[in-house]
């Protein structure tokens, strides 16, 4: 009998398991069985490798406790752990189950100190931490739940078996509303679940309270501004708003800019829902504002569903949910935009952009590339977001031409 709730009896071998060996390759996949399997090439770089090898996991019925403790020991693991060790990203799931997966880590201990088993052990005392090791023999290697040296007790025996890629990648599976909500209600129900712990949703909620009273706006055009950080959004905006005699507005809107920095420090399904509640009330202000003159918004919902994905979904951007998922739908009760823009710059003219502004000069080559699959991965994800889809401008050229491409747009779809 396994001593936690984590992974019920049985269910264990159903599940497979996922480790972000290397972000640029697909994860490595294994389930278990009772009878040994001889491993390939791949499996041993990651489980022949000498050191002590283990995962962990965190389940828990409580979606809060559960996003804050994985966090919690994502934060532990980069801070303590030596040196010496590698930690994985590792999931267990259960093949296009959405839903289904539970997150960790995978650890590989090259060290001859304790030092990771100790700082596993203190993770243990949490009930929701379920950790496991990982033993070799010959052309073997087996699965055991871990308990530290001084309290060892009869394990049983599960053997690592390769298992293929199932049809979606496992990091798209928990997207709907953990990442991504698809209706007012389930973000706000988030906020209500850490009242106790993050006070200040309770004045987010107040304030979203406060402001629904949306019209469906049959007035004037409502038109979003999307992009990557310095695609020259602020420009843009603000030189629409002299010319079109505009109101301006944006998500998260001025209201929250106080909480931003509280939330953006928390786990994804908190930071997410914060930003999620933002553009309802950025959609009554909206409301309000298209019954007197044209509405420019700079962001809404394509950024917060496109960087919710793009940071939910590990390593490439094949990795994505498919073309024609439900995920890129818009919701049903949020107030639609009458055009969608998409500015566009190449990474180079972006970077400069950046460093102009005085920002990402000593970003390391690491970064750099994960920054690079992270940048495609919200493009591409901004470019499936459906009813409505955005429309792509290249904005690498002066500002100037890239208004009046941009009116002449507005001109055309909105009849401005
Ligand atoms: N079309 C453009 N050509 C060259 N530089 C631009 C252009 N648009 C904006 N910039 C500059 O790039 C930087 C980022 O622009 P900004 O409008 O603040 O972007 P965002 O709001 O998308 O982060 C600013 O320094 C701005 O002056
Ligand atoms: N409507 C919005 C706006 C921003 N977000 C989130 C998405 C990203 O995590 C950040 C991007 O914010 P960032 O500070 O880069 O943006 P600006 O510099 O304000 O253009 O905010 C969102 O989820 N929804």
């Known amino acids: 009998m396994l001593r936690r709730a984590m992974f019920r009896c049985g269910e264990l071998c159903s599940r497979v398991f996922a480790v972000e060996f290397d972000l640029r390759a697909e994860p490595l996949y294994f389930t278990l069985s009772s009878s040994p399997q001889v491993l390939h090439h791949d499996y041993q770089r990651l489980f022949g490798e000498c050191g002590k090898l283990f995962s962990l996991h965190v389940q828990s019925e409580n979606r809060i406790e559960k996003a804050q403790t994985h966090a919690e020991i994502k934060h532990k693991l980069s801070s303590t752990i030596s040196r010496d060790c590698d930690v994985f990203e590792a999931s267990s799931f259960i093949p296009d ?53 001084s309290q060892v007790k009869e394990s049983v025996r ?24 698809y209706s007012m209600d389930e973000a706000y129900k988030v906020l209500q679940e850490c009242t106790d712990i993050i006070p200040e949703s309770k004045e987010v909620l107040k304030l979203v309270d406060e402001q629904l009273e949306t019209s469906s706006g049959d007035g004037f055009p409502v038109i979003v501004i999307e992009g990557l950080d310095a695609t020259g959004k602020t420009t ?9 005699n505009a109101t301006l507005l944006k998500s998260p809107p001025q ?21 999620a509640l933002g553009n309802y009330i950025t959609a009554a202000h909206i409301g309000k504002e298209s019954l007197r003159a044209p509405v420019i918004v700079d962001r809404y919902w394509h950024s917060t569903a496109a960087y919710a994905i793009a940071t939910a979904v590990s390593g490439r951007v094949e990795n994505l949910p498919r073309l024609d998922s439900e995920l890129y739908q818009w919701p049903g009760d949020l107030l639609q935009p009458n055009l969608v823009l998409l500015l566009t710059v190449n990474p180079e003219e972006r970077l400069r952009r950046l460093r102009d502004r005085g920002q990402d000069k000593t970003v390391e080559e690491a970064e750099l590339e994960l920054n690079q699959l992270f940048r495609l991965k919200v493009e591409e994800a901004y470019k499936r977001i459906q009813n409505p889809a955005c429309i792509i401008v290249d904005a690498s050229p002066s500002p100037q031409e890239v208004l009046q491409q941009v009116q002449h747009l507005i001109r055309n779809k909105c009849h401005l």
């Open 255 to 275: 209201c929250l800019a106080s909480f931003r920095q509280r939330f953006d420090s928390e786990p994804p399904l908190i930071r997410r829902a914060f930003y």
């Open 158 to 181: 599960q053997y690592i078996t390769p298992a293929t890629a199932a049809e979606h990648h496992p990091s798209t599976l928990n997207i709907r509303n953990a990442d991504v909500f």
């Open 236 to 244: 843009l905006t603000e030189a629409l708003r002299e010319s079109l």
């Open 97 to 149: 189950d959405e839903n289904s997966v539970v997150k960790g880590f995978f650890i590989r201990d090259k060290s001859t100190t304790t030092l990771s088993e100790d700082l596993l052990n203190t993770l243990r005392q949490n009930k929701t931490v379920c950790v496991f090791s990982y033993k070799r023999e010959g052309q073997y290697c087996w699965q055991e739940l871990w308990s530290p040296v």
